[in-house]
């Protein structure tokens, strides 16, 4: 399910009421397959949101954004992000 109509890695911290309206009527239909929303999610709050919705949340742009250019310190920096958009 995609949370946005802009491009991936926009600059939104928020879901508009509309978005949230959509992720209701979705929720609302019962589907039988596992439903992910993705597209923009990029924070603990946004994705503890999603998680009141779907099944999960795929998390991309902001993911890379945050990988280090030169690689030192990636173990790190991966739970971080990790620890972060779990426990906010």
Do not use: C, H, W
């Not at 890695?9 to 019962?30: C, H």
């Not at 039988?32 to 099944?55: A, C, D, H, M, P």
């Amino acid at each position: 399910m995609v949370a946005d109509n802009s491009i991936t890695g926009g600059d939104s911290s928020e879901f508009s009421e509309a978005q949230l309206n959509y992720f209701r009527r979705i929720k609302a239909m019962k589907l039988r397959s596992n439903v992910l929303i993705g597209f923009g999610i990029k924070s603990n709050r946004q994705f503890s949101i999603t998680k009141e919705y779907t099944n999960g949340s795929i998390i991309g742009s902001e993911f890379i954004r945050r990988l280090p250019k030169d690689g030192d310190g990636l173990k790190e920096v991966i739970e971080d992000f990790v620890s972060g958009i779990y426990k906010g």
